[in-house]
Nanobody, 115 residues
Framework: QVQLVDTGGGLVQAGGSLRLSCAAS????????MGWYRQAPGNQRAWVAT???????KYADSVQGRFTISRDNAKNTIYLQLNSLKPEDSAVYYC?????????WGQGTQVTVSS
């Protein structure tokens, strides 16, 4: 059972930055893909970004050019750098990973962007 721990959220003004971290309980080297989703109150959980074990990245249109996903295999951690934040980026952000056909989720970390 893979455990993922999401950290790094907080309160920031519009235009500011945050870096989210997702630490895995085991090696992420062989995990096919890992990524981030977010969920705002009253909305469904929405995909934000993905990074493969080869380092390829994809982003939702709404965050392209502002957010950057990365991974550090030595630390079993992935990151999401959030820049130029907007109030509509406010949500709980969840890390996820696919391992042997199973999907695992972090507990989420709250990001609040004030205008």
């Amino acid at each position: 059972q893979v455990q993922l721990v999401d950290t790094g959220g907080g309160l920031v003004q519009a235009g500011g930055s945050l870096r989210l971290s997702c630490a895995a309980s085991e090696s992420i080297f062989s995990m096919n893909s890992m990524g981030w989703y977010r969920q705002a109150p009253g909305n469904q959980r929405a995909w934000v970004a993905t990074i493969t074990n080869a380092g390829s990245t994809k982003y939702a249109d709404s965050v392209q050019g502002r957010f950057t996903i990365s991974r550090d295999n030595a630390k079993n951690t992935i990151y999401l750098q959030l820049n130029s934040l907007k109030p509509e980026d406010s949500a709980v952000y969840y890390c996820n990973a696919w391992v042997s056909g199973n999907r695992y989720w972090g507990q989420g970390t709250q990001v609040t962007v004030s205008s």
